[in-house]
Structure formats: C-alpha cells, structure tokens
C-alpha cells in the first residue's frame, strides 16, 4: 500500500510542478481572445466555465481505458504503477496540454490541421484519414462496450442489441445537438457518478487494507502468457498514461476555453485525473483477489467470451461497495465510456467538416456531415467482433500519440522553446508503437529480438531525421 500511496502523491505533485513548468514552456496570454469568443457560433464555439470544460475533457478521455486498461496491464505486474505515474506526468498531460493549447492559438483547429501545420501536407491528408478512421472506431467501440454492460444490469427483454440501439441514438443526438445544450447539461452528473465510483474504491481499498503490491518487491513481468512487458504494456494501459485519442477530443474544448490560463486545469489536470481512475482500478484489481496471480486465476476461469474488465468491475464494485454503491459505481463505468463515444463521433463530424470547409451551424449541413459517419460506425459495430475492435483502436491510438507528439515537438522548436519535454516522450512512443506492430499477434507477429531491433531502428532513424532537418515543418513527412 505505501507504494500506492507514494503514486498519488507523486501524480498530485506533477500537476502542480510539472504541469506549472509546462505551462510556462507553452507561454500562456492571459489577456488574448479565445476561439470561444472571436468565434462563437452557439454551436461547436460556445464559451464555458472552466470547471465544465474539465467535466466534459475528463469524462470525454476517461473511456474505458483507465479502467479496463489498467486491469489488463496491472498482470504484468507492479511496474505498470510507475508507467501510469510516470507515464501521465511526462507523456500523456504534456500530450494532452499541448494538443489542446495549440489549438486554442489555431481557432479551434482539429488535430489532423494542427499536426498538417507543423508536419507538414502529406502528414496532414494523413492524419485527417488516420484520425477520422479512428474516431469511428472509438464510437463502435464505446457503444458495445457499454451496452454489454447495461445489458447485464436490466431485464432480459432489455438485451445487449436493444441498449446498442439506444446508445447509438444518444450518440447521435449528442453528435448533432449544440455542445451546451445535452453534453454541457448531462456531463456534469455523469461526472459526479465517476468520480464517487473512483472515491468509493479507493475508501475500499484502504478500510480493506488491501494488499497492493509493491513495487519494492520487483518489477519482474509476471503475465500468465508471458507477453512481454516491453512493448505490450504500454499498449494495453494507453488512455491511463498517454492516449492519442486525447488529443482529437482537447480542440472540441478548446472552443469552449473562456482563458488560456484555465489550460492547464482543464487539459492538464484532466489526463492526471484519468492517470489517479487508472491508478485506483490497478490497485483494486491487483489486490481484491489476493495478489496479481489471484487475478490472473479468476480471469482465467472466466466463461470464454466474456468482457474480462467488465467481470472484474462488476464483482469488485458489488462486493466493497454493497448493492447500491456497487450500482453507482457500474453506472460510472457505463458512462465513461458512452461519454467518450459520443464525443469522438462528434469530433468525427467536425473533422469531416474542416475537410470539407463546410460550417456547421445549421441543422441540415451537420447532418449532411455525421450522416456517413453514423453509418460506418454501425457497420463496423455490428459486423467486427469486439476483442478484434478493441486491439486496433489499441495500437492506433497510441501511434495517433506519436504524430501528435511529433507534431509537438516541431511547434516548441520553431517557437524556440524547450522540445525536450515532448521529444523525450515522442522517441519512447515511436520504439513502443513500431516494436508493437512487429511482435503483436494482430502485427507482424516477429521475434521479440528482432521486432526490438527494427523498432528502436526506427526511432533512431525518425530521432536523427528530427535534429538533422533545418525546417520548421515536414520533420517527420516532406511537403
């Protein structure tokens, strides 16, 4: 448990150190107009408070990787507490800051805009197609996941196909409606249901007195198939440590953002909130059952097609909170992920209409937009299977980071500023995305030795094209 202990505290303190320093790299203005303002159109360009804007970030990145990530990642053992410590700090609050920072300085521009900026045309017709694609993947994702969910906790009559229906249609409300008029009301209770489900556990743990592992007793991988730590762990807990998705969903904030010193709050400060959700759901899961082993015991004897992270969510909550806790903390996991699908296919929509340059203030030129959109999405949900799903947007997601934290990295060096504090994070995500790809079951399925060797090549080749360039722009991809 000290261990644990030690985490939090270290995650509290690099808001306030870290996250500060950050904030001074990126040089705030606080007297400079926001896009909420010099933009404003009631419908995407709306300004919020600052506490509402970290509600909706919050809720929009907390699918559910911080919570089903953190219980697939906690088996290789205690060294997934650092990744998530260490991880959020360094890799995915500076990610998320900047993506969002960035963005307020560009009008609100989406991610495939504000990486095409600094990486360059080619980079940015690419990632309008990559960051489109996985938008989509994320609203299949997060409308089968949480259907499951809901269907476990009603009526038979209500199965998984009926709740998929109505999730589906709030997605699409949510999608077309104004930002303040259903996300900017709902959130804020869904909000409160998360945060008392992540509060209730963590009281659990410690009038428990769980056994949480230490990390003094070893950082050795103690998966059961033995799938090494590096780089399969840093995949697997994604959106509790750095998660390019994030950085699609911070531009939808930052149109919203009322003053540039309210950044850090918001986009900071919401990615260390998800990494303290992951931190708690690693410890509950890695000590409920005993050990790390009494998990991997119980998710072993586990019927085949189950929802692992689901299973070992519904008996933890049901056992250390009672019934009615138990409940309000399934209600949290259920809207954390429904509150990350609905925004993606709303960033889906804004992404197609910065493609096409077509405003979005009427009625008829969004559903002109998300039309296409909704109708992938639902071919995609209902004809990929969930666990083929969920290791795509996995691996896409982190390499969608990687352009994110390149494109980062090219705007502090043009603007003479310390890049090294998202170069450092951007050359470790390259070796972990490309090794990934190589050894992966779903990749190229190669020896570890090898898949290490061609993916540290690749960093140290994309590492020297970075320091050997004299532009601004195209460090990664040539105009």
């Not at 009631?42 to 809720?59: A, E, H, T």
């Not at 409308?143 to 499951?148: D, E, H, I, T």
């Not at 229906?165 to 104004?178: M, S």
């Amino acid at each position: 448990m000290i261990s644990f202990c030690v985490a939090l505290v270290v995650l509290f303190a690099g808001y306030f150190i870290y996250g500060k320093f950050v904030e001074r790299v990126f040089g705030i203005e606080k007297n400079r107009q926001t896009p909420a303002y010099s933009m404003t159109d009631k419908v995407d360009y709306v300004p919020m408070s600052w506490w509402r804007i970290f509600l909706i970030q919050f809720l929009n990145i907390a699918g559910l990787g911080p919570i089903f990530g953190a219980i697939m990642g906690i088996m290789f053992g205690p060294a997934a507490f650092l990744w998530i410590v260490f991880g959020t700090i360094f890799g995915g609050a500076v990610h998320d800051y900047f993506s969002g920072m960035m963005s307020v300085r560009n009008k609100g521009a989406s991610l495939p805009e504000l990486n095409g900026k600094e990486l360059g045309v080619v980079a940015k017709q690419f990632m309008r197609i990559f960051s489109l694609l996985l938008m989509i993947l994320v609203g299949a994702v997060f409308v089968s996941g949480p259907a499951g969910l809901l269907a476990g906790m009603t009526p038979d009559y209500l199965n998984i196909f009926w709740w998929t229906i109505i999730v589906f249609v709030y997605y699409i409300l949510a999608t077309l409606l104004p930002i303040d008029k259903l996300i900017g009301k709902i959130y804020p209770v869904f909000g409160a249901v998360l945060i008392f489900m992540a509060a209730g556990i963590l009281i659990a743990l410690f009038a428990n007195n769980a056994a949480v592992p230490e990390i003094t007793s070893g950082l050795a991988n103690t998966h059961p198939a033995r799938l090494p730590i590096f780089p399969m762990m840093f995949v697997s807990i994604a959106c509790g440590a750095i998660s390019g998705f994030h950085a699609t969903q911070s531009p939808m904030m930052a149109r919203c953002l009322q003053n540039e010193k309210y950044g850090r709050r918001c986009f900071y400060g919401a990615m260390i909130a998800e990494g303290v959700l992951a931190l708690i759901w690693a410890a509950a899961a890695s000590s409920f059952f005993g050990s790390i082993e009494g998990l991997q015991e119980y998710v072993a004897n586990l019927p085949e097609k189950s929802n692992t992270g689901a299973e070992v969510v519904n008996i933890i909550s049901k056992t250390w909170l009672g019934k009615f806790g138990g409940l309000l903390a399934l209600l949290g996991v259920v809207a954390a992920p429904i509150t990350s699908g609905d925004t993606a296919l709303r960033s889906a929509r804004l992404i197609v209409a910065d493609i096409l340059n077509i405003s979005q203030k009427k009625l008829k030129k969004r559903l002109f937009v998300a039309l296409p959109v909704f109708a992938l999405a639902f071919v995609i949900l209902f004809f990929v299977p969930f666990d083929v799903l969920w290791r795509y947007f996995a691996w896409c997601n982190q390499t969608l980071a990687v352009f994110t934290l390149w494109a980062i990295t090219v705007y502090l060096r043009r603007k003479k500023k310390n890049y090294f504090i998202s170069l450092i994070p951007a050359l470790f995500m390259t070796a972990v995305t490309s090794t990934y790809i190589f050894i992966a079951p779903e990749g190229f399925k190669l020896t570890a030795t090898l898949s290490n060797t061609l993916g540290f090549s690749i960093t140290i080749f994309v590492g020297i094209m970075f320091f050997i360039s004299r532009k601004s722009k195209a460090i990664i991809l040539q105009k």
